[in-house]
């Protein structure tokens, strides 16, 4: 979840959403909220859950999840949850992955010493575990088509260009 130095306002959260995901949201709460006074009750939602999931989980079960989503959710902290705070919370969830996850990833693969920078040594025994086998040489070139800013190591930054392609043209 985001730290309080970090959370947006509920409005532009809920900005974040795609249309189709703020129609299926909108939806999904006045589904919820039984009575349609514009919040939702712990019983609302763990009466509509049974319904839905009361095989698979237990009413106890359910409650306790309730619990736990309604105090992370509840920013006001009124005891219910408004549509505001429904659709903020799922645009923290929809949207808290850094886009760049996967790419980090790959990037750790080649940092073998985490110290966020990838070396000559590193990319040339990264390039052998793939079945690459690259000399001196050709590793050099490759360090020097990569290393935008010349000082004998890849950084993130640089390793993202050079995988989007942006780094050919």
Same mark, same amino acid.
């Given at each position: 979840?985001?730290? !309080?130095?970090?959370?947006?306002? &509920? &409005?532009?959260? @809920?900005?974040?959403?795609?249309?189709?995901? *703020?129609?299926?949201?909108?939806?999904? +709460?006045? %589904? /919820?909220?039984?009575?349609? #006074?514009?919040?939702? *009750?712990?019983?609302?939602? @763990?009466?509509?859950? +049974?319904?839905?999931?009361?095989?698979?989980?237990?009413?106890?079960?359910?409650?306790?999840?309730? &619990?736990?989503?309604?105090? @992370?959710?509840?920013?006001?902290?009124?005891?219910?949850?408004?549509?505001?705070? /429904?659709?903020?919370? /799922?645009?923290?969830?929809?949207?808290? !992955?850094?886009?760049?996850?996967?790419?980090?990833?790959?990037?750790? +693969?080649?940092?073998?010493?985490?110290?966020?920078?990838?070396?000559?040594?590193?990319?040339?025994?990264? %390039?052998?575990?793939?079945?690459?086998?690259?000399?001196?040489?050709?590793?050099?070139?490759?360090?020097?088509?990569?290393?935008?800013?010349?000082?004998? @190591?890849?950084?993130? #930054?640089?390793?993202?260009? %050079? %995988?989007?392609?942006?780094?050919?043209?």
């Amino acid at each position: 979840m985001l730290n !309080k130095d970090k959370m947006c306002s &509920q &409005q532009k959260l @809920v900005k974040l959403l795609t249309p189709k995901e *703020t129609t299926s949201l909108e939806c999904l +709460f006045k %589904m /919820f909220d039984v009575n349609n #006074d514009g919040e939702l *009750t712990r019983d609302e939602l @763990v009466n509509s859950l +049974f319904k839905f999931m009361g095989k698979i989980y237990t009413r106890e079960e359910i409650r306790d999840a309730v &619990q736990k989503f309604i105090r @992370v959710t509840d920013r006001n902290k009124n005891g219910t949850i408004d549509i505001k705070e /429904f659709m903020s919370y /799922f645009a923290i969830t929809f949207n808290k !992955k850094d886009p760049d996850c996967e790419l980090r990833e790959v990037f750790a +693969f080649f940092d073998e010493d985490n110290n966020n920078e990838i070396s000559h040594a590193e990319l040339k025994k990264a %390039m052998n575990k793939l079945g690459a086998k690259y000399t001196d040489l050709e590793i050099s070139k490759i360090m020097r088509n990569i290393d935008k800013n010349g000082d004998g @190591v890849i950084y993130f #930054d640089e390793f993202k260009e %050079m %995988m989007s392609g942006n780094h050919f043209k």
